[in-house]
């Protein structure tokens, strides 16, 4: 049974930081690409992040470069993301997702399609 399970979501002020964590179970995805999305009411699910399954390569949606960071530990099974100077429009479900093959090929995959397992989201409110 595969998991992913979402923490570090919470409420926090415009400017500030928050950390979200993705914990993986029931399989490792030590290598696999990782990423990250949020959803929005009203709104289309978002490509945010992504990180290579050896943690060399990631991509960042431009609304968020610069002030997000995507980072992995394999050893924990643990994907990060690293949200700094938050703005209200980041307000979201914030998704964890992983890829289902493991793959020798670094990638950073940014289509929810190329995604297989999803974790509940966690959701973060950025107020003004």
């Known amino acids: 049974q595969v998991q992913l399970v979402e923490s570090g979501g919470g409420l926090v002020q415009a400017g500030g930081s928050l950390r979200l964590s993705c914990a993986a179970s029931?399989?490792?995805?030590?290598?696999?690409?990782m990423g990250w999305f949020r959803q929005a009411p009203g709104k289309e699910r978002e490509f945010v992040a992504a990180i290579s399954w050896s943690g060399f390569y990631t991509a960042y949606a431009d609304s968020v470069k610069g002030r997000f960071t995507i980072s992995r530990d394999n050893a924990k099974n643990t994907v990060y993301l690293q949200m700094n100077s938050l703005k209200p429009e980041d307000t979201a479900v914030y998704y964890c997702?992983?890829?289902?093959?493991?793959?020798?090929?670094?990638?950073?995959?940014?289509?929810?399609?190329?995604?297989?397992?999803w974790g509940q989201g966690t959701q973060v409110t950025v107020s003004s």
């Open positions: 997702a992983a890829d289902d093959k493991s793959s020798s090929f670094d990638y950073t995959p940014n289509s929810h399609s190329e995604y297989d397992y």
């Open positions: 029931g399989r490792s995805f030590s290598r696999n690409a």
